[in-house]
Structures are given as C-alpha cells and as structure tokens.
C-alpha cells in the first residue's frame, strides 16, 4: 500500500479510560484470587478519567487489545471514520496464494498500490513460513492487534506500552523538547512520537525495516509506512463491547 514512496497507515483504536480490565483491576488489588466460578462481576470504576499531573487523561492500567487479526474487515477513513471505500473494493483475485485460514479466496479488501497488491497476493504463510511463526518481534502494528492484554505506563512525558505478547514492548515520548537522533537505523517497531490533541492521544511512527506486516492475516506494510494511532478517552460507561 503504498502511496509515491511512502506507506500512510491510519489505526483509529478507541481506548475507554478507567475501564480498566475487571479481573485485572482485582488483581492489582489483591482481590482476584478465590473468585469461583459463577461469582458476581466487580462493579465498573466510578467517577470520572483519571489524569495526569498535567491534566491529561492518564492512560495507565492494563488493556484488552482490539484482537484484530484482520485489519481490512474493520478498515474507516481516517478523516470521517466512516467505514472505507475505495475503487476495486471486493474484486476478486483470482491469482492470489489462498490465505492460511479459512476457505474465502483474497479480495481486492484494501486500497493498494501495485506494490501493496503485489505483496498481499504472493502472501505465503504455509509455503514460505511467517516472521512471527520465528519468534521474530511482530510490529508495531500486530503487537496491537494481538489477542493479548497490554500494559500502558503513563507520564506526562513519555508512554510506554508493554506487550505481553512475547513481552515486546514500546516506548514513545511526549515531550515537544526530545528528538530521536538522526542515525538511528531501521526496526521492527519504528520509533514513535505523541502528543495530545484534545484529550487524544496521536502517536506517530515510522523508521521500520520493512520485515513486519500490518495483521495476522498478511497485509503488507513497507519500510516507508507512517503509523498513526489515535487513541480517544471517553468515560468509562460510554464504552461498548468488544
């Protein structure tokens, strides 16, 4: 997918400040062991976000990641967040490696560029093995797409996401003073930057090295992409599932 020399991928994630995980919460409390089956649930966090120092919704806590194996299933436009349309959407291609799961053949699910569509068709997980099948770090992208739980450290300053996949983790700073050197060389994850627009929190990433893919199922990112995850508080009750 790419667009002149670069990749753009915009990831909308909506994270529900202070709805930290039920069983986590307990945990952290001392208060998760013993629950039997059939217990009733804790009751959700009252009151308003917590902030941080600076006023700043304070994203710490431990999260249920979106599990999205599929990022074309739940593709929007990064503008209206409506869901994405675009020319050629749901053609068939016929001539593309059939996906390692399930029996629906490839589509035309995204809107890709002649190297984007290269890439996605000749996709061989089965045949040629994936980087993540090697314990190789996933990316940026999958490790936030991974079915499993991420540990976020807030400050005004910096954020740092712990992975438990693979315990991978990620550190991004806030502060409009810091610079990543210049000479840093390429990476699995990228180096990121954030900062707060409103009380979103827009992280920015790029310098990958071109080895990882944007989901489980296989779309292609290249060492040119420009990550931007948005990452909206909103009260705990407004939250809906999943």
Not at 31 to 40: C, I
Not at 209 to 222: C, E, I, R
């Amino acid at each position: 997918m790419k667009t002149s020399n670069s990749v753009i991928t915009r990831a909308v994630v909506v994270l529900c400040v202070a709805a930290l995980t039920t069983g986590a919460v307990w945990a952290q409390r001392g208060q998760g062991a013993g629950r039997g089956a059939g217990a009733a649930p804790a009751a959700a966090p009252a009151g308003p976000a917590p902030r941080l120092a600076n006023g700043k919704p304070d994203l710490s806590g431990h999260w249920a990641n979106p599990y999205t194996p599929n990022m074309a299933q739940r593709a929007v436009d990064p503008v209206t967040k409506q869901p994405l349309k675009f020319a050629r959407q749901g053609e068939a291609l016929p001539d593309a490696i059939a996906p390692a799961s399930g029996s629906a053949a490839r589509t035309y699910d995204l809107p890709y560029t002649e190297w984007g569509l290269k890439q996605w068709k000749t996709y061989d997980p089965v045949g040629k093995g994936d980087y993540a099948g090697n314990c190789l770090p996933f990316g940026t992208s999958r490790n936030m797409n991974a079915p499993h739980g991420t540990q976020i450290l807030h400050h005004p300053d910096a954020v740092a996401f712990l992975f438990e996949q693979n315990t991978w983790h990620h550190w991004v700073p806030m502060s409009t003073n810091f610079k990543w050197p210049a000479d840093l060389p390429e990476t699995w994850n990228g180096l990121s930057t954030a900062r707060w627009e409103g009380d979103t929190l827009v992280m920015e990433t790029s310098g990958f090295n071109g080895y990882t893919k944007l989901d489980t199922a296989g779309h292609p990112m290249s060492k040119e992409t420009v990550m931007t995850n948005s990452r909206a508080a909103v009260p705990w009750r407004d939250c809906g599932p999943g």
